[in-house]
């Protein structure tokens, strides 16, 4: 059964979407906007 479970994708944590989000930005404005959004609430949902 344990064989079977790593076969199939990982859901990432929120803290590991919120990264991967802010690796994302192209510029300091950019990164600074997606901040804000993840303040109001952006990966509520994980």
């Known amino acids: 059964m344990t064989k079977f479970l790593k076969l199939l994708p990982r859901r990432k944590t929120r803290h590991e979407a ?24 952006r990966f509520a949902q994980f």
Not at 19 to 36: P, T
């Open 18 to 41: 919120e990264l991967e989000y802010l690796n994302g930005a192209v510029s300091l404005y950019d990164l600074e906007c997606r901040e804000r959004e993840i303040e109001r609430g």
